[in-house]
């Protein structure tokens, strides 16, 4: 009896195993289900306000790099550093290179000097990118090379082999506009409206100018792949998802700004050109999406957000401020090895002068060349050759050698 009292009673459980199961079940088809709506079909936000919200995060990472900026910069870090180099006696000392002197010479007023329009560059720029859709066409030599890229060493496991299907680099050119050169300071950031620009104290500053210009392009540019997404877990190739992306560029807009920084001879460096785009860009995408082979869901409007945020984050990590891109120029010094004429267009089969004369023009010199050589060559072996007398000519050779555009009846024989 005490031990019946002891022991208390295990209360009953108010779900079986059936409705425990059920009702598990039920929760995972809901999670499912609110997962495959809201993730997968839901609605994407308007493209007007995701720029918004992609350019305001833009800005505040913007200033939060100026603002560490200005506060690690000290009035003595602002002094310039004079480099102790080898006076030469023979080349003459120039006058300081300063950016006052260089405005003044110009005629260039950083303050009052209007915005130029650009349109000789577009024309020169269409050229160039019209060359380049042209040679890309050539040999399918665009297409290999990003056939080859895509599938790389970067490529991770679980994706296929990647097959482009369709590109097409666009018909239209981009158009610069609205040029004009600003006064930055030695880390590429504008003076600031409260900062006078003084072309007294610019190399002291560390001043240095940049060329800031409007980029507009609407147009179609298209890049379509196909792959296969492998699932290797718990065995390998568990299952297969075909999947067919093309992403277009359809508009750019945004300020292209460009610099120079000057070559410093102590540390062997070449001067250095550095373009980037300021943070009030606008890229707009147009994604196309197919999953599956039999079932297919097509147009997927999250998957077109997760790429054109990956694609967004590529660009500004690689070409808006604070980052930049920077090319070494090579030396404008007049060289031999750079020099190109007629003769090495000749020599390669074509010339200006149009490929079929090229060629027949070089024949005939490098037949009179070898001609000259052998009559050389044969005076040097008989000296007495050049005054040898040649064999008498006929009375008919004779009436029909004459100069030609000499008078009528003016015949010229060789006589012993």
Same mark, same amino acid.
């Given at each position: 009896?005490?031990?019946? +009292?002891?022991?208390?009673?295990?209360?009953?459980?108010?779900?079986?195993?059936?409705?425990?199961?059920?009702?598990?079940?039920?929760?995972?088809?809901?999670?499912?289900?609110?997962?495959?709506?809201?993730?997968? /079909?839901?609605?994407?936000?308007?493209? @007007?306000?995701?720029?918004? *919200?992609?350019?305001?995060?833009?800005?505040?990472?913007?200033?939060?790099?100026?603002?560490?900026?200005?506060s690690?910069?000290?009035?003595?870090?602002?002094?310039?550093?004079?480099?102790?180099?080898?006076?030469? #006696?023979?080349?003459?000392?120039?006058?300081?290179?300063?950016?006052? #002197?260089?405005?003044?010479?110009?005629?260039?007023?950083?303050?009052?000097?209007?915005?130029?329009? *650009?349109?000789w560059?577009?024309?020169?720029?269409?050229?160039?990118?019209?060359?380049?859709?042209?040679? +890309?066409?050539?040999?399918?030599?665009?297409?290999?090379?990003?056939?080859?890229?895509?599938?790389?060493?970067s490529?991770?496991?679980?994706? @296929?082999d990647?097959?482009?299907?369709?590109?097409?680099? $666009?018909?239209?050119?981009?158009?610069?506009?609205?040029?004009?050169?600003?006064?930055?300071?030695?880390?590429?950031?504008?003076?600031?409206? $409260?900062?006078?620009?003084?072309?007294?104290?610019?190399?002291?500053?560390?001043?240095r100018?940049?060329?800031?210009?409007?980029?507009?392009?609407?147009?179609?540019?298209? *890049?379509?792949?196909?792959?296969?997404l492998?699932?290797?877990?718990?065995?390998?190739? #568990?299952?297969?998802?075909?999947? +067919? *992306?093309?992403?277009?560029?359809?508009?750019?807009?945004?300020?292209?700004?460009?610099? /120079?920084?000057?070559?410093?001879?102590s540390?062997?460096?070449?001067?250095?050109?550095t373009?980037?785009?300021?943070?009030?860009?606008?890229?707009?995408?147009?994604?196309r999406?197919?999953?599956?082979?039999?079932?297919?869901?097509?147009?997927? =409007?999250?998957?077109?957000?997760?790429?054109?945020?990956?694609?967004?984050?590529? /660009?500004?990590?690689?070409?808006?401020e604070?980052?930049?891109?920077?090319?070494?120029?090579?030396s404008?010094?007049?060289?031999?090895?750079?020099?190109r004429?007629?003769?090495?267009?000749? +020599?390669?089969?074509g010339? #200006?002068? $149009?490929?079929?004369?090229?060629?027949?023009?070089?024949?005939?010199?490098? @037949?009179?060349?070898?001609?000259?050589?052998?009559?050389?060559?044969?005076?040097?072996?008989?000296?007495?050759?050049?005054?040898r007398?040649r064999?008498?000519?006929?009375?008919?050779?004779?009436?029909? /050698?004459?100069i =030609?555009?000499?008078?009528?009846?003016?015949?010229?024989?060789?006589?012993?």
């Amino acid at each position: 009896m005490a031990s019946d +009292a002891a022991c208390p009673t295990r209360p009953e459980p108010t779900l079986s195993f059936t409705q425990g199961l059920i009702v598990g079940q039920l929760s995972v088809v809901l999670i499912l289900a609110a997962f495959i709506k809201f993730f997968i /079909f839901g609605d994407p936000p308007s493209s @007007d306000a995701t720029a918004s *919200l992609r350019a305001t995060e833009r800005r505040a990472r913007t200033l939060a790099h100026k603002q560490s900026l200005l506060s690690l910069h000290t009035p003595s870090q602002r002094q310039g550093q004079t480099l102790n180099r080898k006076k030469s #006696s023979v080349l003459r000392n120039p006058p300081a290179l300063t950016i006052g #002197s260089i405005l003044s010479k110009t005629y260039y007023n950083v303050d009052s000097h209007q915005p130029e329009s *650009l349109d000789w560059f577009n024309v020169l720029i269409a050229q160039t990118i019209a060359q380049f859709r042209s040679d +890309a066409q050539h040999d399918d030599a665009i297409l290999n090379s990003l056939t080859k890229a895509l599938n790389g060493t970067s490529r991770p496991d679980f994706v @296929d082999d990647i097959r482009v299907t369709e590109l097409s680099l $666009g018909e239209d050119f981009p158009i610069f506009s609205n040029c004009r050169v600003i006064p930055v300071d030695e880390d590429g950031l504008t003076l600031g409206n $409260g900062i006078k620009f003084d072309a007294a104290t610019a190399a002291r500053d560390g001043t240095r100018l940049q060329a800031r210009m409007d980029v507009d392009l609407s147009d179609m540019l298209t *890049l379509a792949v196909e792959t296969k997404l492998l699932l290797n877990y718990p065995k390998k190739l #568990s299952a297969v998802l075909p999947v +067919a *992306l093309a992403v277009s560029v359809v508009r750019f807009s945004g300020t292209l700004s460009i610099s /120079f920084i000057p070559s410093n001879p102590s540390q062997s460096t070449p001067t250095m050109m550095t373009f980037s785009f300021l943070d009030d860009y606008r890229l707009d995408f147009s994604i196309r999406s197919l999953l599956g082979s039999r079932s297919r869901l097509q147009d997927v =409007p999250k998957i077109a957000q997760l790429v054109e945020a990956r694609l967004h984050r590529w /660009f500004d990590e690689r070409a808006v401020e604070p980052r930049f891109q920077e090319i070494a120029l090579p030396s404008l010094w007049p060289r031999k090895k750079n020099t190109r004429g007629p003769d090495d267009a000749m +020599a390669d089969g074509g010339g #200006s002068v $149009g490929r079929s004369k090229g060629k027949e023009v070089g024949r005939d010199l490098r @037949d009179e060349g070898r001609r000259r050589e052998g009559v050389a060559d044969d005076e040097r072996r008989d000296p007495a050759s050049s005054l040898r007398h040649r064999r008498p000519l006929s009375a008919k050779e004779d009436e029909e /050698f004459s100069i =030609p555009g000499s008078l009528p009846g003016l015949k010229l024989g060789m006589r012993p």
